[in-house]
């Protein structure tokens, strides 16, 4: 069982080794600003840890031969280890987990619930900030990752998949916190946070959450160079500075070169910036999925 409401939660991660992005650093420093212990689990040496953070060997919980068992498209990948890894460290540490890209902005509310299981706007299951109290839980999450070491995955299948299935099958109550405490800017709305034009709009969207989910993925896909701080400004920006965490980057994103790169982005998912065989690419294929549903071939 976590600690009493009393004193204060402590929060672990995972990190495979290696230095850290600015990105990564300030995300882990806001967690000890706001007075929190947390500990940064790893195989090989962090080499840029920022001050308070606890570094512990991340074999003490599972083998570093296992973080090659979960492949992604054919390829082996860490988001579908370090979902089992969190599930593990919850269960034999006692520590809530976090993503390293989830920035703490003010610290848990009082009356905030044991378990931290967050529901997103949309309705599912987001586990970049997790704890369970539940043991049966656990174990079962811990089983059904495992099951699934070396086969083929699809995205979230050890992750926000996983979770809602094992919670449904052994209809736990388990109470979840809305997606406006931890993670109050969805992902279609994750550009705002570097534009100056929307900063009311995430101070309002941020006004009762404890920390922003920052979506590496997304970051990834609009090339986001993690070493640069958002424009001044910004609303990610005033939260950095903030919490002293711009010290961390390297220099500033200039304004316009912000809006470009999340203007391409945006564009490339709403399919504005797909070139005619890009198009045919999908078109095709869909068009003979429909022609296949409604005209079946007959057997002979």
């Known amino acids: 069982m976590l600690e009493t409401s009393s004193a204060p939660r402590a929060f672990g991660t995972f990190w495979y080794g290696g230095r850290l992005d600015a990105l990564e650093r300030a995300c882990a420093h806001s967690f000890i600003r706001h007075g929190y212990r947390l500990v940064l689990f790893s195989y090989q040496t962090i080499e840029n840890a920022p001050d308070g953070v606890e570094l512990r060997d991340a074999a003490e919980l599972l083998p570093e031969g296992l973080t090659k068992c979960f492949p992604v498209n054919g390829k082996p990948h860490l988001t579908p280890f370090s979902n089992l890894f969190r599930y593990k460290m919850i269960r034999d540490c006692d520590l809530v987990w976090t993503d390293l890209d989830v920035l703490m ?20 299951l987001n586990n970049a900030v997790l704890y369970i109290s539940s043991k049966q839980t656990l174990d ?64 309002e ?57 999340t203007e391409n982005y945006r564009m490339r998912l709403s399919g504005q910036a797909l070139g005619i065989k890009a198009v045919m690419g ?8 429909t022609w296949r549903h409604y005209y079946p071939a007959q057997k002979r």
């Open 282 to 289: 999908q078109l095709i294929p869909s068009i003979g999925r």
């Open 105 to 124: 902005i003010k610290e848990l509310p009082s009356g905030l619930p044991d378990n931290i299981v967050v529901r997103e706007e949309q309705g599912g």
């Open 205 to 261: 969207k941020c006004r009762n959450a404890t920390t922003i989910h920052l979506f590496n993925n997304i970051l990834s896909k609009m090339g986001y160079w993690k070493e640069m701080a958002p424009p001044a400004g910004s609303f990610f920006y005033e939260k950095l500075e903030e919490g002293g965490g711009l010290s961390f980057f390297r220099d500033v994103y200039p304004e316009h070169v912000m809006m470009h790169m």
């Open 140 to 203: 079962r999450l811990i089983e059904q990752a495992m099951a699934v070491a070396d086969r083929n995955l699809v995205w979230g299948q050890t992750g926000p998949i996983l979770l809602t299935q094992v919670i449904n099958e052994l209809r736990e109550k388990i109470e979840t916190t809305s997606h406006q405490v931890f993670y109050p800017i969805e992902h279609y709305d994750l550009f705002k946070i570097f534009l100056r034009g929307f900063v009311g709009e995430c101070r």
